[in-house]
């Protein structure tokens, strides 16, 4: 089947030149897809295309989201384009917090979307104007990640048990130690691993070195002796399933849910992507290390981001008042 043929010809076009052309990881290009998938069946219902399905305006997310999910784009002309203003743009972010409950977060990356399409729409001549290039980022609140204590994190490595406990153990122990993503542990290959350190593929296709500590070099050990060999399908692949085949995200996220359930963590407040915020605060917290070293382990591409965990630290903030010479001076000694 042609890729992205629910799409009309000039949104696949800036699909297949996003993938192929300037190289984003397939998450990313699907998020584009569903981003700009849903902006279109909104415009069919606001420019009176079809019929205002039942639930559009709904109070209820759930609603508002089925009464879109069925409409097709792929009829959309590019006439339709060159209609839209950024009274428009504004217009579908105000349907997106209002109908659907998107929240500022959200809002960003479908703006990011859109912003991203209608320069490559204007830079292709589709377009005499960039109807995006005013459309304003909502503030975004900062919120501080939940983190596993360092207790915490020893009662989940503590939990592994059964059959498979020489890979799970191995993957809390990456999670908990390198601060890895989700995406860049079931992508680790066996050729990729050389003198105690690994390359791993992030966000953006950006691949970077991360350094194995000796609590990550004697669990891989432990768990190269007993993986398989006979019958693997993808033999440069480190982590299998039970069909020796290379588990993915879902496979990884179920494990990492049921240690927590043996660990006593609330898994509707933690999740895989918490052990990576965990790695960064103990690294931080622990470790000392320094933001910009916490940069790169991490594979941020702005300091900005990594940032937020500097926040995290209450007793060094408060130490480091405490320290200041003038903190024993009271009026009148």
Known sequence: MRPYSDCPKFLREFLIHIDTIKGTSKNTTDAYHSDLRTFFRFLKVYFSMIPEPKGFYSNNPDEAIES?????????????????????????????????????????????????????????KYIEENPAARLELPKVEKKLPKYLELTESKALLSAVDGPNAE?????????????????????????????????????????????????????????????????????????????????????????????????????????????????????????NVDIRILQEILGHATLSTTEIYTHLDDERLRSAVERNPLSDEKKGD
């Open 68 to 124: 879109l999910r069925n409409i097709k784009i792929c009829d959309i002309s590019l006439d339709i384009l060159k209609d839209i203003d950024i009274q428009d743009l504004h217009e579908y972010m105000a349907y997106l917090k209002r109908a659907r409950y998107n929240t500022a977060k959200s809002r960003s990356r479908k703006i990011s979307s859109l912003r991203s399409f209608f320069q490559y729409m204007h830079n292709a």
């Open 167 to 287: 890979r799970d153990y191995l993957i809390l122990t990456l999670f908990l130690n390198c601060g890895m993503r989700l995406s860049e542990l079931v992508g680790i290959n066996i050729s990729s691993i050389r003198n105690n350190s690994l390359t791993v593929t992030g966000k953006g296709n950006k691949q970077r070195k991360i350094y194995l500590n000796n609590s990550c070099v004697s669990a891989l050990d432990k768990y190269l002796e007993v993986r398989p060999h006979d019958g693997v399908k993808d033999q440069d692949a480190l982590f299998l399933n039970k069909n020796k085949t290379r588990l993915g995200q879902r496979g990884v996220q179920n494990i990492v849910k049921k240690y927590m359930d043996l660990a006593g963590i609330d898994t509707t407040q933690y999740s895989t992507h918490k052990l990576r915020h965990t790695a960064a605060t103990l690294m931080y917290k622990y470790g």
